[in-house]
């Protein structure tokens, strides 16, 4: 194997040259009783030079020189056991063929080898042990538990597995396939593009190639899946790997990013199919653990909707920072019974409390804080499809409006220190019954920020589509795929932000504990992606291809629906945070008489489920609504019974 000259080889044998050196003529001094005489020190320099040739050509033959340190295990230490015995025996031929052993002392070849072992195998276990430490010290809650890795396993009937990415995750996934015998998985490389660790070996694995060599690594070592162990990747290098997996029919998969892990450790546990949601190309978040920490640690949190899409991986993050007590509030009897027990099996420290309850009503919530008093509130409790909303507005104004109301007065009246309140991006100019209702829910949450309600900060955090939640594109997408299409798109120009609900719930908590009060927070959402790309793709990654295999049709605008999202009004300026990824809306002042008087006649109108009505109101408190209705109202123009409905 062809070392490859870089400045970490030099300091690796610099430091092996002096052990080597060291043991040698500690040898000398433990046998002597650390007082050499003159006949035997001149020995000690006489063979010296030769011990010195023959160890380190032993350590090159034995691979000790292109092992990672900070990735030192069994294996490694076997080849030094191995290297240092040859050397061993291979010194002692030679002083007696050289010598015949005259005035040379037989103890001391052995003490030497002994201590060879101790040092250069004591250095690079010290090396693995200092990176350990620094993962530790630096966060890092999936840091290693053992220090070294068993014997690398043959597995009957394996699949041949590649890994791109030599790094810190590439060598979990292998030691972890290394360690558990049940992982019928055999890794038999590496891919990365760093030139230094080209030839190495992690546990005795080599890095064979770069990554743009994939299909000949692929067809040389019979591969027969690829694993993608590269968190931080952007998304055009993910789709440049996928196509090559694709070009050699290999199966791949990928690890997902930090962000994802709800314990940080990386796992084959983890290791999942590529979705959609590796193409975003959005980087891991760098979150302020201390400020968030400072925020949630020891209090006791309250989430309205913990059972929903948002509300679960809330609940999931908060209890990362250790509150004493988290109180997940949902409608919902099943998926509040799920997040309960997996909350309780993750998080033992932490004090879980399921509630059933519903925010319309207000004894629901009121019941709950008399009880237990919660410190923080985070509100992402309600109805969120467009459609639906369209059809049954007073729900829009029952859940959304009124709920909000009344965790906004309780919040108050028992003086919680934050409330936090999950808001969108449809309530920006909105076109729709769901959209006009979360801007009049932040406009109540706005309202809250008055002299006497001091001892309470409410705030807002907008954002825009979040990947995976439930109803939204991609899950349609795949089951319409699955079902061997057409995958129906409303538009070919209709475009969305995106972003990742661990993403969008670890940004809820650090605007959290940015504010304030009164602020409204936008999150930074990248570049829109066209929903129609987003089917193309998830077509094409099913190994089909679009408008051949499967056809993409387009269905029209839905009501309340429209083709691009904003994330703020032209009157709302924006500014920059402490956070790169965070920004806080200067918007106008609320006419609070006004928006309770409309309030009062938009509830009735609600109680009488007339739709025109609601809509009216909706209009008299947010004159950017437009709906298509009302524009119709204001032309004067006939609209029909289906439409009114």
Known sequence: MKIRLSKNFFIIFSLDILLLILSHYCAYLVRFEFEIPGSHFEKFTAVLPYALMIKLALFYYFDLY????????????????????????????FVLWRYHFEGFSRSVFLIDYFFTLIFIAGLRIS????????????????????????????????????????????????????????????????????????????HGTPVVDKIDRLSKAVESLSVSEVIIAMPSAGASRIRTILGKCKDCSVNFKTVPGMGELINGRVTVNAIRNVEFRDLLGRKSVKLDQKKIGAFLKGKTVFVSGAGGSIGRWLCRQVCRFSPSKLIL????ESPLFEIDLELKEHFKDVEIIPQLGNIQHLEDPETVFREFHPEIVFHAAAYKHVPMLESHPWKAVENNITGTENL????????????????????????????????ICEMIVQNQNRPENV????????????????????????????????VTVTHPDMARYFMLIPEACQLILQAGAMGEGGEIFILEMGEPVKID??????????????????????????????????????SESVIPTSHSKIMVLKSSEVDIAG???????????????????????????????????????????????????
């Open 66 to 93: 292109i092992g990672m340190w900070r990735y030192s295990s069994l294996n490694d230490l076997f080849n030094v056991i191995k290297a240092s015995t040859v050397a061993f025996v291979l010194l002692i031929l």
């Open 127 to 202: 090396t693995r042990l200092l990176f350990e430490l620094k993962y530790r010290q630096s966060g890092r809650k999936g840091a290693v538990k053992k220090i070294f890795s068993v014997l690398k396993k043959e597995v009957r009937d394996a699949h041949r597995v590649l890994i791109v990415g030599a790094g810190d995750c590439g060598e979990k996934i292998l030691r972890e396939i290394n360690d558990n015998a049940s992982i019928r998985y055999k890794v038999v490389g590496f891919l990365d593009d760093d030139p230094v660790k080209k030839g190495r070996k992690i």
């Open 329 to 332: 509030f949902e409608i919902a």
């Open 408 to 439: 906004v007065e309780i919040a108050g009246r028992y003086g919680c220190e934050k409330f936090v309140f999950v808001s969108t991006d449809k309530a920006v100019n909105p076109t729709s019954v769901m959209g006009a209702s979360k801007r």
């Open 455 to 486: 001892a309470t900060r409410f705030m807002t955090v907008r954002f825009g589509n979040v990947i995976g939640s439930v109803g939204s594109v991609v899950p349609v997408f795949k089951e319409q795929i699955k079902n061997g299409g057409p």
């Open 533 to 570: 790309d987003m089917a193309r793709d998830l077509i094409r990654f099913s190994g089909f291809t679009p408008d051949v295999d499967i056809k993409v049709e387009y269905t029209g605008l839905r009501p309340g629906e429209k083709l691009f999202e904003e994330l703020h009004t032209e």
């Open 595 to 645: 928006l309770k008087g409309n309030l009062s006649v938009l509830k009735q109108a609600a109680r009488q489920k007339d739709r025109q009505q609601i809509r009216s109101c909706l209009h008299e408190i947010l004159p950017e609504y437009r709906s298509v209705l009302w524009r119709k109202i204001q032309r004067n123009k006939e609209i029909t019974n289906e439409e009114l409905k």
